[in-house]
C-alpha cells in the first residue's frame, strides 16, 4: 500500500526544513525497495544509538561503513571464491547498500563485527557553542552622556 502525503502547505510556513521534506520521501521509498540486510537500531543511552546489521557469511573486509554529512551508509560487495564448482547455488553473491540519515551532530563512534553481525555505535554529541547557556547581566550605571560629563 502507498500512501503519498501532500507537504505543500509545510513549505509555505516552514522555512530551512526542505532536508526533511527530502528525508521523508525518501523513506516512502525504502519501504518499497530490498530488505537486505535486515538490521536493528537501539537506543543505548541519553545520545547513544546502535544500529545492529545481520551479515552473517560477510567477511569484515566485504563491506564498509561510511560516515557522510548526516548519512551513515554501509555497504558490501562479495567476490567469487576461485576454484570451487558448485553444482548448486541456493547462497547468492551479493550487493547491498543501506543508509541511515542522522541528525545533526551524530557521529559514529565505533563499528565491529561478531557472530554474524556488524554492529555500529553511533553519539549525539552537541558542540559547545551550540548548547544552552545563560547569559550574565552586568549591574552597573548606565553609561554618561557627553551632556552629563559637561556638567
Not at 52 to 58: D, N, Y
Not at 64 to 80: H, Y
Not at 105 to 130: K, S, Y
Request: avoid cysteine; aromatic fraction near 8%.
Amino acid at each position: 500500500m502507498s500512501t503519498m502525503f501532500d507537504f505543500a502547505p509545510l513549505w509555505r510556513s516552514g522555512i530551512g526544513f526542505d532536508h526533511l521534506f527530502d528525508m521523508l520521501g525518501q523513506a516512502a521509498k525504502a519501504d518499497q525497495g530490498d530488505n537486505y540486510p535486515p538490521y536493528d537500531i537501539e537506543k543505548t543511552g541519553a545520545d547513544a544509538y546502535r544500529v545492529t546489521l545481520a551479515v552473517a557469511g560477510w567477511k569484515p573486509d566485504e563491506i564498509r561503513v561510511t560516515a557522510e554529512p548526516n548519512v551513515l551508509v554501509v555497504s558490501g560487495q562479495q567476490t567469487e571464491p576461485d576454484g570451487k564448482q558448485y553444482l548448486y547455488r541456493g547462497l547468492p553473491l551479493l550487493v547491498f547498500e543501506r543508509r541511515f540519515n542522522l541528525a545533526d551532530h551524530v557521529q559514529v563512534r565505533a563499528a565491529r563485527m561478531a557472530d554474524g553481525l556488524l554492529t555500529i555505535d553511533l553519539m549525539r554529541e552537541i558542540p559547545q557553542a551550540l548548547t544552552r547557556r545563560r547569559i550574565q547581566i552586568a549591574n552597573s550605571k548606565p553609561p554618561e552622556t557627553e551632556h552629563q560629563q559637561a556638567a
